[in-house]
C-alpha cells in the first residue's frame, strides 16, 4: 500500500466534509449525502466494508445495518 510523505488528492471521492486519519487508514464524511468512505488497510475489516478487502487506495462505503 503506497504512503506518501505530503498530501495527495484521494480519487474516487466526492467531495469531503470531514477526514479523520489513523496509523494505517482514513475515512471522510462526503458532503452533501453523509455517506461515509474510507480507505487504507483493511486486513481485519477495520474499513467497514462488511469484509476484509486486504487493502484500498480508493475510498470505499461504510456498511451499516
Known amino acids: 500500500f ?3 510523505p505530503l498530501p495527495v488528492p ?7 466534509a470531514a477526514v479523520g486519519v489513523g496509523f494505517e487508514g482514513a475515512c471522510a464524511a462526503a458532503r452533501g449525502s453523509g455517506a ?3 480507505w487504507g ?3 481485519y475489516g477495520q474499513l467497514g466494508a462488511g469484509r476484509p478487502a ?3 487506495n480508493v475510498p470505499i462505503p461504510v456498511v451499516t445495518p
Not at 484521494?10 to 469531503?16: D, E
Open 10 to 16: 484521494v480519487s474516487g471521492a466526492a467531495t469531503l
Open 41 to 43: 488497510d483493511d486486513t
Open 36 to 38: 461515509l468512505l474510507c
Open 54 to 56: 486486504g487493502s484500498s
Open 2 to 4: 503506497p504512503c506518501a
